[in-house]
């Protein structure tokens, strides 16, 4: 469990060092982030996309991408010094935090 909340505090921070549009200060504040997102995705999440089932439907999963964003706007929202400028820099932060999880965890994760 440790090694899984330094992987993704690791990812947060690598992608929020990409983005221009994403700031995290200071920097134990993506130790927070990583948290709070895995928690909104595990609580949240289900719900918008049970509930959002029907647009989904129609826009061909694409959705899916916004609901991502719509996340971590509401972690940007709860959490001080965790910025977000807009909904499009939130999902391509979903998107970018998503390849990064996955990348770190090919070289650094073990087998479940």
């Known amino acids: 469990m440790i090694a899984r909340l330094i992987l993704s505090t690791v990812a947060v921070a690598i992608t929020a060092y990409f983005m221009d549009s994403v700031t995290i200060e200071p ?11 895995g928690a909104i ?3 949240v999440r289900p719900v918008v996309k049970f509930f959002s089932f029907p647009i989904n439907v ?6 899916t991408f ?3 964003g719509l996340m971590v706007l509401l972690c940007a929202w709860l ?3 965790f910025i977000v400028e807009d909904l499009w820099a939130a999902i391509l932060f979903s998107i970018i935090l998503a390849c990064v999880n996955w ?3 090919l070289m650094f994760g073990k087998d479940d």
């Open 27 to 37: 920097w134990w504040v993506a130790v927070i982030v990583a948290v709070v997102l």
């Open 41 to 43: 995705n595990s609580v």
């Open 58 to 63: 129609l826009t061909l999963g694409l959705f």
């Open 66 to 68: 916004v609901i991502n």
């Open 79 to 81: 959490i001080k010094g």
């Open 103 to 105: 990348v770190l965890n």
